[in-house]
């Protein structure tokens, strides 16, 4: 059944092409993610500007997401994502160039960091509105848990890789590789070739009335869909709440793995490899039996792990040695937990939503649940100053447990 599923996927050239673009692009950002934030740590030493330039990252979306996706929805998303792509790209070539050169200092951080947000709130809405434009409605569940598989993947290659990539060429090489991915994920991208009448002109011919609508009319029209479902605000307020829980562990990874694992790039790549290593067995374990369920059990089940295994993370202070490895199962568990809440949010997401409308709606439910990101990661910031980090750890997973109860209490969510 597996087989059958998988060769129908990629009997779909067109979606094969966008997946191995995705794999190329994320197997960079694996490499980018841990060089970039020991570059941060390297060159700053703060723990308060590691969460403002991680918060950094997610005002463009809270600033532009609410217009963007309105855009996207009227322009060709191939060509928007090639263009996005190309010019990140560029951006995280220059700042290889400047760390290289002893050139880098600390606002040029702010400046890249807004600066290639800004353009991420224009591709990431038009990558999520060009998968139901490739694919039959009947295949999402299936090719979206797939996707996660193969780009956790990719993510897990680069992460074993990073240490002795940062040892042997350095940050600056690691990041410059990130930069080149970018550009051969956009060229397989330009190969794609979608019904000129949904994805070139961003249009359905049989809703003609939103081509004549002004600008400010089609996002007034992608509020009152996305507030008109209930299961679809109740699963983005509950991504808002977690992404501010989990704001600590984004942003202070590194000083956790300093200071509390006694490690190095290395271990960051080794906790990273946990993450994802998890995240990929759930991703096909949802391909295979995810149908069996409802999408409401795999979301409640996720958040109960997350907070549970997050909060695990202030044990490995305990253990003389092996601490990494046992923070290395927890992040194991954490990774799980992620794909199955992601998953099936992202599934019913699509399912749910018009073609025609996912841009912008797309962009008005990641602005909603990434708005919380900025407070979350300048609160870690600050904090990290004057507390453990695991402890920090161990007060956010608890937190983080207050969805599972929130969710199954209601009756209308556990039915999707």
């Known amino acids: 059944m597996k087989e059958k599923k998988l060769s129908g996927l990629f009997a779909h050239k067109e979606f094969t092409l966008y997946l191995l673009a995705r794999v190329i692009s994320h197997f960079g950002d694996s490499i980018d993610s841990i060089a970039y934030s020991w570059m941060v740590y390297m060159l700053t030493g703060s723990k308060i500007m590691m969460g403002t330039l991680f918060a950094l990252n997610f005002v463009p979306g809270i600033l532009f997401n609410f217009f963007t996706g309105a855009l996207v929805d009227r322009w060709s998303k191939r060509k928007v994502i090639v263009i996005t792509y190309s010019c990140r790209g560029l951006l995280v070539i220059f700042t290889a160039l400047l760390y290289w050169q002893g050139w880098l200092l600390p606002w040029h951080l702010y400046v890249l960091t807004f600066t290639i947000s800004t353009i991420e709130c224009f591709s990431h809405p038009a990558e999520m509105a060009i998968v139901p434009s490739l694919l039959p409605k009947h295949r999402l569940l299936s090719a979206n848990s797939i996707s996660t598989s193969a780009t956790r993947t990719a993510e ?21 590789l990130d930069g080149i991915t970018f550009f051969a994920a956009a060229a397989l991208i330009a190969f794609i070739r979608v019904n000129p009448v949904s994805e070139e002109t961003g249009e359905d011919p049989s809703h003609t009335s939103t081509a004549k609508t002004s600008f400010i009319q089609e996002i007034k029209f992608g509020l009152k869909f996305l507030f008109s479902n209930r299961m679809i605000v109740t699963i983005v307020i509950c991504a808002a709440y977690v992404n501010l829980c989990l704001a600590p562990y984004n942003v202070l990874t590194p000083v956790y793995v300093a200071e509390i694992l006694k490690s190095g790039p290395q271990g960051l790549s080794i906790l990273g490899i946990g993450m994802i290593g998890g995240m990929i067995v759930s991703a096909l374990w949802i391909s295979r039996r995810g149908l069996r369920f409802k999408k409401s059990q795999l979301i409640i089940l996720g958040y109960l792990m997350l ?39 992202t599934t019913y997401f699509m399912e749910t939503v018009p073609k025609e409308l996912l841009g912008r709606v797309g962009a008005i439910y990641s602005m909603i649940c990434t708005a919380a990101i900025p407070i979350g990661s300048a609160l870690a910031g600050v904090l990290g100053e004057w507390m453990e980090v695991n402890l920090l750890f161990l007060i956010f997973g608890l937190l983080m447990i207050v969805p599972f109860f929130y969710l199954i209490s209601r009756r209308s969510f556990r039915e999707i």
């Open 156 to 176: 897990l290659a680069g992460l074993a890789i990073t240490g002795g990539m940062i040892a042997f060429l350095g940050i600056s090489g690691a990041i410059l």
């Open 307 to 345: 907070g549970l295994s997050y909060s695990l993370l202030y044990l490995p202070t305990f253990f003389q040695v092996h601490s990494l490895y046992f923070a290395v199962l927890i992040t194991f568990c954490m990774g799980i937990s992620v794909t199955l809440i992601s998953t099936p949010a």
